[in-house]
């Protein structure tokens, strides 16, 4: 059994999906493991936030964090990998400055989420 967090229109559902091999039959469970949730972060719930939003561009989860908050970041450099539609797309930082990072590795994401801010 392999469980999922799913979003539908705003609301979080725990689903768990058995397994089954080619032929049919169910394979062998395994223990859950614990999906890290993105929390929101004060800094992208708020609309006065100082600096340059790196928003997602789709729907996706978050495969990787490249970058720590208070990290010193360039322009173009890569941040976090965001996977959609079984592809891995890094996210860039659109200018130099300092990060702050809003999501954990294994948060699903909307269109238009705050990924991070950079000051």
């Keep these: 059994m392999r469980n999922f967090i799913i979003t539908v229109n705003g609301k979080q559902y725990d689903v768990g999906v058995e397994e089954v091999d080619a032929s049919g039959v ?7 493991k614990a999906v890290p949730l ?11 936030v100082n600096g340059t939003k790196v928003l997602s561009p789709f729907p996706g989860l978050i495969k990787n964090v490249l970058v720590q908050s208070g990290n ?24 130099d400055g300092t990060v702050t990072v809003n999501v954990v590795k294994g948060a699903n994401v909307e269109s238009d989420a705050v990924l991070a801010v950079i000051s």
């Design 72 to 95: 010193k970041i360039k322009k173009d450099q890569p941040i976090l990998v965001l996977e959609a539609m079984k592809m891995d797309n890094d996210i860039t930082a659109p200018c």
């Design 38 to 48: 993105a929390a929101p972060s004060p800094a992208a719930t708020a609309s006065n």
């Design 26 to 32: 169910p394979a062998m469970p395994s223990a859950p």
